[in-house]
């Protein structure tokens, strides 16, 4: 059992810095110009669904 709520933990962990890196590629490409808002904004939503799907 604890190793299970162990192995949640870490997945947690990883789904959290995985989240916090596509964040920042994608306000980067924003910035940067690579991107156009309404880009940035669609991927801000993919992003956030993929990592709540992740923490199931």
Do not use: F, H, P
Request: aromatic fraction near 8%; charge should be positive.
């Amino acid at each position: 059992m604890e190793e299970n709520k162990k192995e949640m933990t870490e997945q947690k962990k990883e789904s959290v810095i995985q989240r916090l890196w596509l964040t920042y590629y994608n306000d980067t490409l924003y910035d940067k110009g690579v991107i156009t808002e309404e880009e940035r904004n669609r991927m801000r939503v993919a992003i956030k669904a993929r990592a709540a799907s992740m923490e199931r």
